[in-house]
């Protein structure tokens, strides 16, 4: 028997970050970043560039829980497939001893909701083949990492620092 879906009115409440929050978000992307091992620039750093990047509105950083516990970070761009705008998830961050309440699948409706409303037709984003907690959640909500359909071959991101 399935188990049964949560009410979406006990959803974990999600809200846009503001430049005020910037410190906030840069603890949160710090202890992301620690959690795995990726450098990371000081906390003043951060704080000043998130700052900026939302008050220019360059970034989208969407926030769920009370302390902030965790944030989706998002970017957009137009593309030459459709009118519509490009969305990219660039971070999505739960504190470990919050995961598994829903404030992931919650950040990752919010994100998808607010790619929407700023006209992106199409969204994708990354993760390490290892991170199967993330992979679940961004598969159970729509996403694949197979070109062309299921049976398609594996897509992956390449990297470089420069």
């Known amino acids: 028997m399935p188990s049964p879906q949560p ?4 959803a974990p409440s999600t809200r846009r970050a503001t430049p005020g929050d910037a ?4 603890r949160l992307l710090r202890d992301f970043n620690a959690e795995y091992d990726e450098p990371t620039p000081d906390l003043e750093t951060l704080e000043s560039r998130y700052e900026e990047l939302i008050r220019s509105k ?11 516990d965790g944030f989706a970070q ?7 497939h459709t009118a519509g705008l490009h969305g990219y998830l660039e971070e ?9 309440n829903g404030f992931g699948r919650a950040l990752m409706e919010a994100a998808i909701e607010t790619a929407r409303s700023e006209g992106a037709d199409f969204i994708e984003l990354g993760t390490s083949e290892d991170d199967t907690a993330a992979r679940g959640l961004y598969e159970s909500a ?3 990492n197979r070109e062309g359909g299921p049976d398609g071959p594996v897509m992956l991101v390449y990297e470089r620092e420069l």
Not at 7 to 10: E, M, V
Not at 74 to 80: I, K, S
Not at 92 to 100: E, H, I, K, N, Q
């Open 58 to 68: 360059e970034m989208i950083v969407l926030l769920v829980g009370d302390g902030p």
């Open 74 to 80: 998002l970017r957009f761009r137009p593309w030459v």
């Open 23 to 26: 410190a906030q978000v840069a």
């Open 92 to 100: 999505l961050y739960v504190v470990p001893d919050l995961r598994g």
């Open 142 to 144: 729509g996403f694949t």
């Open 7 to 10: 009410d979406h009115d006990d």
